[in-house]
């Protein structure tokens, strides 16, 4: 099932996504929700970020390794004010000489987790959807990556909310003005997503709607102004974004 969060006016709704039908629901997504009557053509409303996360964490260099090459798995914070929807502008940072982007699998929790096992951890799971993880690069002697990740607009999210999908082993493919840039297997991770809820949750509280940015699967890229950049999914969908200098 697709949810999607949407705008038309100046009030904003949530609905579940049948083609380009959108069904609006009344209710909130992680508890209680009813099917209203009412329907809409997605070409008639504006895209919103799929979920306003308390908290959006990432795991870094999650891929093309050996879980016991890692001490412990690298993890980040990102602020709810980085999150932008589909088709909205990422804004390049003008006191940034570079800016990289990462086509991402971003995992929505359902379900208030605290020091959970890893076999308890898919109870957890409301869905998935696309995530460009966007940093612009830090000193070497800057041992923080906070500056580098937070900046509005360096979180693109959406453009839907996936359910009951197998993860395990889907493709991530990421281009740059059309062209492949980025590409991997979910298969490659080296912590899984079971892995992934547990370990965070022995640290913090995860609750409904929060992201964990799950890694990329390759090398990030670099991008300019009037760069466009396409994040596609297996069985979730394309997250589009255009490249502004500030």
Known sequence: MKFIRYAKGNTQYRGILDG???????????????????????SDV????????????????????????????KIFMKPQSSIIAHNE???????E???????????????????????HAAEHIFGYTIANDITAPQNEQDLTVTKGKCYDTFTPLGPCMVTDIDVS???????KNGQLVQSGSTASMIFD??????????????????????GTPSSAVEV???DVIEITIDNIGTLTNNCISE
């Not at 502008?89 to 006191?95: E, F, G, H, S």
């Open 46 to 73: 504006q895209i919103l970020p799929p979920v306003l996360p308390s908290k959006i964490i990432g795991f870094r260099k999650n891929y093309n390794g050996k879980k016991e090459d890692m001490a412990r798995p």
């Open 169 to 175: 082993n889907i493709m991530i493919n990421t281009y």
């Open 20 to 42: 380009n039908i959108i069904k609006r629901i009344n209710g909130t997504i992680f508890h209680d929700y009813s099917l209203s009557a009412e329907t809409i053509n997605l």
């Open 89 to 95: 502008n990422i804004i390049l940072p003008k006191d």
């Open 224 to 226: 300019q102004h009037n």
């Open 193 to 214: 997503i079971y892995y992934q809820i547990s370990y965070l949750s022995h640290i913090m509280t995860l609750n409904p709607g929060d992201i964990i940015l799950t």
């Open 97 to 119: 000489k570079s800016v990289r982007i990462e086509g991402e699998l971003a995992l929505i929790i359902g379900k208030k987790a605290k020091n959970v096992e890893e076999c």
